[in-house]
């Protein structure tokens, strides 16, 4: 752990500049934005677990998640408040949690080397992007890898209890993202495949017992609660039979396939790194070690389990691949696992070089924590928006509901963030007339028409008008 202490340290400190200028800041991608959102008004009352509250006039009755995401984040924000910082902090506890879990199931599969699947997580833009922007998926993570690790457990030890957890987990998964929590089910028999150290028969049996372990408290609470088999109702019809047959969101169904792979480009080239100078310099071949070449083949391929279904679908986003990257860093890790333990096993811990680079990762350390205090209370995105969104905010009171113009109708970041900050609703009805108008100052309106006048406030991409009697 002495010599491989410096390491984490390396990766931690990575992690956290990469974030840093984001974590203390305002401004998150749109979808985080929504979900924090929900999550906020269900911790302050404002809408339950079945029938989650955007705002008076926008996502209303919104069935297009299931609620558990909300409900998990509205814990945050009922013991600490509602500020913007709580819906960072839980994005980036779940990565952690999903992180550590990854380590422990790496370590249950005998490598030595648990830092390298940091590394490899730090080489995915799309994960350390996810971080600060309350992704749906950052909390699926914890769920589905945790299914895996239980069903390895029972592999040794308490067979049904962990079955049942690796369900359960399953069951939760989906309370959290709905169906695409199911991809571990694929895992016994994947494992039983490449690995063969169970048989047929068990792979069989351990596979249907997590399927029903999963399915059957789903079904219970269908049947038990009419309000909960309306709410799956709305979201099939919607998220799964629309999501298949009516929305478009790519131009091919094999973008998904072409975005994981992109996103693994730079871990690619570590590894390519690694194979060439380990070849020209050690002169040995680091992948001769055909247990962990075969784990790892495991892990990858277990891994395309979580990305091939979604080419059924016309709707795909790159953040949907993020549950498949904890078994991916993992296959990466274990292909180079032995060379690099034997490598770190020969340093010699009072070496100079050795014991610079630990001076540089405390130190690195410290700077990392200290960096995102650079970039407190300033806004990371979105920036003119936001400034004068506390402006217009200053005069019109909370809970109001603004109208719009029709070029403005499909500016849904305007919307989330005037919700999630300063609870003011927009209407994207035009035929109604609230009492106060926002408008971008380069579009035009007929103002006199309908009675609207100008409030003189120093912003700069918007104006608000307010109704005259």
């Known amino acids: 752990?002495?010599?491989?202490?410096?390491?984490?340290?390396?990766?931690?400190?990575?992690?956290?500049?990469?974030?840093?200028?984001?974590?203390?800041?305002?401004?998150m991608f749109l979808d985080g934005i929504v979900y924090a959102n929900f999550s906020k008004n269900y911790a302050i009352g404002e809408g339950t677990f079945l029938n989650p509250f955007f705002s008076q006039t926008f996502l209303v009755d919104f069935k297009s998640h299931p609620p558990m995401f909300f409900f998990l984040e509205g814990q945050f924000f009922k013991v600490f408040g509602t500020s913007f910082l709580i819906e960072r902090f839980y994005s980036v506890l779940s990565i952690l949690i999903a992180c550590l879990l990854t380590l422990k199931l790496y370590k249950k599969f005998?490598?030595?080397?648990?830092?390298?699947?940091?590394?490899?997580?730090?080489?995915?833009?799309?994960?350390?992007?996810?971080?600060?922007?309350n992704i749906i998926e950052n909390t699926l993570i914890i769920f589905t890898t945790s299914s895996v690790l239980f069903y390895i457990y029972s592999l040794s030890k308490k067979r049904i209890l962990f079955i049942f957890l690796a369900g359960l987990s399953l069951t939760i998964g989906f309370s959290v993202k709905g169906f695409v929590a199911f991809f571990p089910l694929s895992f016994p028999f994947i494992y039983w495949?490449?690995?063969?150290?169970?048989?047929?028969?068990?792979?069989?049996?351990?596979?249907?017992?997590?399927?029903?372990?999963?399915?059957?408290?789903?079904?219970?609470?269908?049947?038990?609660?009419?309000?909960?088999?309306?709410?799956?109702?709305?979201?099939?019809?919607?998220?799964?039979?629309?999501?298949?047959?009516?929305?478009?969101?790519?131009?091919?169904?094999?973008?998904?396939?072409?975005?994981?792979f992109s996103e693994l480009i730079f871990s690619f080239i570590i590894l390519g790194i690694y194979f060439l100078v380990?070849?020209?310099?050690?002169?040995?071949?680091?992948?001769?070690?055909?247990?962990?070449?075969?784990?790892?083949?495991?892990?990858?391929?277990?891994?395309?389990t979580a990305v091939l279904p979604i080419l059924l679908s016309m709707k795909q986003s790159g953040f949907y691949l993020l549950p498949a990257f904890p078994f991916v860093v993992i296959a990466f890790s274990g292909l180079i696992d032995e060379s690099v333990s034997k490598l770190i096993s020969n340093i010699n811990p009072k070496i100079k070089w050795f014991s610079t680079l630990k001076y540089i990762s405390i130190g690195l350390l410290i700077i990392s924590i200290s960096l995102p205090f650079l970039f407190y209370g300033k806004d990371s995105r979105d920036k003119e928006l936001l400034a004068d969104m506390d402006i217009i905010a200053e005069f019109i009171p909370q809970k109001s509901i603004l109208s719009i113009p029709p070029q403005m109708l499909e500016e849904y970041s305007l919307?989330?963030?005037?919700?999630?900050?300063?609870?003011?609703?927009?209407?994207?009805?035009i035929k109604v007339q609230r009492k106060y108008l926002l408008i971008r100052k380069e579009h035009s309106y007929n103002?006199?028409?309908?009675?609207?006048?100008?409030?003189?406030?120093?912003?700069?991409?918007?104006?608000?008008y307010e109704k005259e009697n």
């Open 1 to 27: 752990m002495k010599k491989t202490f410096p390491f984490y340290l390396l990766a931690v400190s990575i992690f956290l500049i990469i974030i840093s200028p984001f974590l203390l800041s305002r401004g």
């Open 110 to 133: 005998d490598f030595k080397m648990p830092f390298l699947p940091l590394f490899f997580f730090l080489s995915i833009p799309l994960m350390t992007w996810s971080v600060v922007n």
């Open 193 to 260: 495949l490449v690995i063969r150290k169970t048989n047929f028969l068990r792979m069989l049996t351990d596979s249907i017992l997590i399927f029903l372990f999963s399915i059957i408290p789903i079904l219970l609470s269908i049947y038990l609660s009419q309000d909960v088999m309306d709410y799956f109702d709305h979201y099939f019809e919607i998220q799964i039979i629309g999501g298949l047959q009516n929305s478009i969101t790519v131009n091919s169904r094999f973008y998904i396939l072409g975005r994981f």
């Open 278 to 304: 380990h070849k020209l310099k050690i002169r040995k071949n680091p992948l001769k070690n055909n247990e962990n070449n075969k784990k790892a083949l495991l892990m990858f391929l277990f891994s395309l």
């Open 415 to 429: 919307f989330a963030y005037y919700a999630r900050f300063h609870n003011i609703s927009i209407d994207r009805n």
């Open 447 to 464: 103002f006199k028409k309908m009675n609207y006048k100008k409030v003189n406030l120093n912003t700069q991409s918007y104006n608000i």
